[in-house]
Nanobody
Framework: QVQLVESGGGLVQPGGSLRLSCAASGSIFSINAMGWYRQAPGKQRELVATITSARATNYADSVKGRFTISRDNAKNTVYLEMNVLKPEDTAVYYC???????????????WGQGTQVTVSS
């Protein structure tokens, strides 16, 4: 089993910053891509940013220049540094990991439980 534990969400004023973390643990042989997605009330879940094992990154246009994704392979952890936050960034943020379990020859997709980010004055 693989577990993802997210942290770092909260309430912040417009223009403020937050840093999200997501740590993967359990029977992991290797981790491929990691990423962050978000879902606002009444909307579909959308990609925020992804990062490969080679640290190639991809961002949604709406967050380019404001958010930075990074990872620590030794800790199986992915981070999302969010700056210049806007009210439209308000959503539940989910961590996603694509990993190969120990003893397996295939990859599986895992999701975290989500962490609330609210941007409001």
């Amino acid at each position: 089993q693989v577990q993802l534990v997210e942290s770092g969400g909260g309430l912040v004023q417009p223009g403020g910053s937050l840093r999200l973390s997501c740590a993967a643990s359990g029977s992991i042989f290797s981790i491929n891509a990691m990423g962050w997605y978000r879902q606002a009330p009444g909307k579909q879940r959308e990609l925020v940013a992804t990062i490969t094992s080679a640290r190639a990154t991809n961002y949604a246009d709406s967050v380019k220049g404001r958010f930075t994704i990074s990872r620590d392979n030794a800790k199986n952890t992915v981070y999302l540094e969010m700056n210049v936050l806007k009210p439209e960034d308000t959503a539940v943020y989910y961590c996603k990991t694509i990993a190969t379990p120990v003893g397996a020859s295939y990859v599986l997709t895992y999701w975290g439980q989500g962490t609330q980010v609210t941007v409001s004055s």
